[in-house]
């Protein structure tokens, strides 16, 4: 199983991104993707959930209406859309699997690497 988050990189505040978490050897129709994110010094959090069935749940107010949650079963690609970014979006960005539904930052299954993202003028 693997987990491949990549789309990070340096943007300016307000600009955007779209993560990509490209799973092999799960299959999304049975599998949740969560995506989370850990700043430097901080608290890992959940940002985002898509379960099996395709229902998204946002976890972290401080993104809703900015950042949108995706997937291509298809491509077992799952995507975030990062818009009108803010210095505080500055973290690592992770994918990780969980059976059918997701289940927090310590009940996923499978964990991918992750991705940087840098917000700054």
């Known amino acids: 199983v693997q987990l491949q988050a990549s789309g990070g990189g340096l943007v300016q505040p307000g600009g955007s991104l779209r993560l990509s978490c490209a799973v092999s050897?799960?299959?999304?129709?049975?599998?949740?993707i969560g995506w989370f994110r850990q700043a430097p010094g901080k608290q890992r959090e959940w940002v985002s959930c898509?379960?099996?069935?395709?229902?998204?749940?946002d976890h972290l107010d401080s993104v809703r209406g900015r950042f949108t949650t995706s997937k291509d079963n298809a491509k077992n690609i799952v995507y975030l859309h990062m818009d009108s970014l803010m210095p505080e979006d500055t973290a690592t960005y992770y994918c990780?699997?969980?059976?059918?539904?997701?289940?927090?930052?310590?009940?996923?299954?499978?964990w991918g690497k992750g991705t940087q993202v840098t917000v700054s003028s």
């Open positions: 990780a699997a969980s059976f059918r539904e997701c289940r927090g930052g310590y009940g996923m299954d499978y």
């Open positions: 050897n799960l299959n999304l129709g049975y599998w949740a």
């Open positions: 898509v379960n099996s069935e395709g229902e998204i749940t």
